[in-house]
């Protein structure tokens, strides 16, 4: 009987002591998990305080090169990015170009504004990388018109005639406040009927990735046009920045046209306005000056700069991205729109 007593006593025991073990390890990782959240909401503080210095460093360099520092800018920003060849050698390509530029006096100051700073930083474990471009170098998927867009399908990606239409379509019927579908477009119903699982909300668009869902896009073209979109600006096409794909899209603009400002600019010659841009081309500019939409969609100056700064520290997953809209001003560069992320 004593034994009995004993072994039960034994057994009570170890089951005691896997209790206040399961206790003590439930204690344990409910500690760790609150320590592991504290750890990540200093560390996105952190983050989010190197990103927000990363979007505030571009913009002070924006209205130093205002204040007639360009040159010095671009130097000291290609000097900081010298151990880095690949950055090096596209830093060198324009450094020529900066001299030439030198006695321009139509010289923007704001021309190529990555070339104004340094594209990262580090403060001790903290640090931030930084992308600018011009807004108008890039082609506004909202503000574009019926015309714009089908070009740039058809003749920026290389899409053929019928497919850009339809494209162009959806992408009107995307935005539009109503449910009837375009002649090629297509609504609610038709996103319905071929099983979409994200409808057209019938407003702009809200993130660029929104026209992957829009009907007849494809992950391959979505891939290719969505370094010449934004959502952000007013519109207006710089002609003095914007790549090849995005000239394209211009009204009245040809691929010969095209290829000839791109040549020129790569020569460093830029023109101040329309009338300068067509005497320069000669003969291939005569469309352009007859084409009232060409005129009232394009500019010749950085207006607007967009600017994506991710901050993170070392040996964290915490990221924060911070997303600043600058525009020139009498005060220099003014933020006119931010979000972080």
Do not use: K
Not at 136 to 148: I, R
Not at 198 to 220: S, W
Not at 227 to 234: A, E, H, V
């Amino acid at each position: 009987m004593s034994g009995r007593r004993a072994g039960f006593v034994l057994i009570a025991a170890l089951w005691l002591l896997v209790a206040l073990g399961a206790v003590g390890l439930d204690a344990a990782l409910r500690s760790r998990n609150r320590r592991l959240a504290a750890a990540n909401l200093v560390d996105e503080t952190r983050a989010r305080a190197a990103a927000l210095a990363g979007a505030e460093y571009v913009r002070s360099r924006l209205t130093a090169a205002m204040l007639d520092r360009a040159d010095e800018l671009r130097a000291d920003a290609l000097s900081r990015a010298r151990n880095d060849r690949a950055r090096q050698q596209a830093q060198g390509r324009s450094v020529s170009r900066l001299f030439r530029d030198a006695d321009d006096p139509m010289n923007d100051p704001w021309r190529a504004p990555d070339e104004l700073i340094a594209t990262e930083m580090t403060f001790g474990d903290a640090r931030y990388s930084v992308r600018v471009r011009d807004t108008g170098a890039a082609l506004n998927l909202n503000e574009a018109s019926e015309e714009v867009l089908r070009q740039f399908f058809s003749q920026g990606m290389g899409v053929d005639y019928a497919r850009s239409d339809r494209l162009t379509q959806a992408i009107l019927d995307w935005r539009d406040e109503d449910e009837l579908p375009r002649i090629n477009g297509g609504e609610r119903e038709q996103y319905l009927r071929e099983g979409a699982l994200i409808l057209p909300p019938n407003r702009d668009f809200a993130e660029i990735a929104e026209l992957r869902h829009v009907m007849g896009m494809t992950p391959d073209l979505f891939d290719a046009a969505r370094p010449f979109l934004t959502i952000f600006g007013s519109g207006d096409v710089n002609v003095n920045a914007a790549p090849l794909e995005v000239l394209l899209a211009l009204p009245a603009m040809t691929p010969g046209t095209a290829q000839e400002i791109v040549r020129m600019r790569d020569a460093g010659n830029y023109a101040e306005d329309e009338d300068e841009l067509v005497e320069m081309l000669g003969g291939a500019g005569e469309e352009l000056e007859d084409s009232g939409p060409f005129g009232r969609m394009t500019t010749y100056a950085t207006n607007e700069v967009e600017i994506v700064v991710d901050g993170r520290v070392e040996g964290s997953p915490m990221v924060v991205r911070a997303r600043v809209i600058v525009a020139r001003s009498d005060a220099g560069a003014v933020v006119v729109w931010r979000r972080i992320d």
